[in-house]
Every structure is written in C-alpha cells, then in structure tokens.
Nanobody
Framework: QVQLVESGGGLVQAGGSLRLSCAAS????????MGWFRQAPGKERDFVSA????????RYADSVKGRFTISRDNAKNTVYLQMNNLKPEDTAVYYC??????????????????WGQGTQVTVSS
C-alpha cells in the first residue's frame, strides 16, 4: 500500500512563498509520475502541476505557470511544489497524487490512484 504525506502548508500573505513536500512510502517511487492538485471550498479538484518519473518533464496549470515549480528527489521518495508570488486565489487544500500506471505525467485526476490527505494553503490579501 502506498502512502503519501503532504507537509508545508500554512498561512501566508499575498506575494509570499511556501514549499510543499509530499513523502511517499514504498520502493517504486521513481517508477511513477506524480502530480499536485488543489481544491478550494465549494469547487472541484483542479490540476496544478505534474512531473514525470525522472523529473525531466513538467507541466503546469496556466494559473500557476511562472510562479510554481514542481520537482522530485527519487532518492528521498519526495515530490515538491515551490510556490512563489502567492495570490489569494491560490487558497485551497493541496493534494499530491501518484499515477496509477506509467512513467509520463498526466493532468486528469482520474489517472491518479493514490492521494495524500491534503495540506491547507491560505493566502491572505
């Protein structure tokens, strides 16, 4: 059973930065693409960013492009999301997820079958 544990969320003022981490259990972390999604109150879970198995390919939602950076350390079984220049509209619960199969990244939530418990990010104006 794979477990994903997010950390690094919190309260920050607009323009500030946070770095989210997602630690994965198991020995096959490097065999899967990983993703970050977020869900604001009353809204659906949206794609934020994804990274392929090696870290060589990444993708971002238009709303975060240029401000967020995804990365991974396969030796530490950890994926990161560096969030800079945060805006109030970035407020949400952030979830990391592991793809159900395949080395390449995906942007649809249904292509991920393991999810963390989420970490709250709140950006004040």
């Amino acid at each position: 059973q794979v477990q994903l544990v997010e950390s690094g969320g919190g309260l920050v003022q607009a323009g500030g930065s946070l770095r989210l981490s997602c630690a994965a259990s198991g020995r096959t972390f490097s065999s899967y693409a990983m993703g970050w999604f977020r869900q604001a109150p009353g809204k659906e879970r949206d794609f934020v960013s994804a990274i392929n198995w090696s870290g060589g390919t990444t993708r971002y939602a238009d709303s975060v492009k240029g401000r967020f950076t995804i990365s991974r350390d396969n030796a530490k079984n950890t994926v990161y999301l560096q969030m800079n220049n945060l805006k109030p509209e970035d407020t949400a619960v952030y979830y990391c997820a592991r793809r159900s199969a395949g080395l390449q990244l995906a942007v649809q939530a249904y292509e991920y079958n393991y999810w963390g418990q989420g970490t709250q990010v709140t950006v004040s104006s």
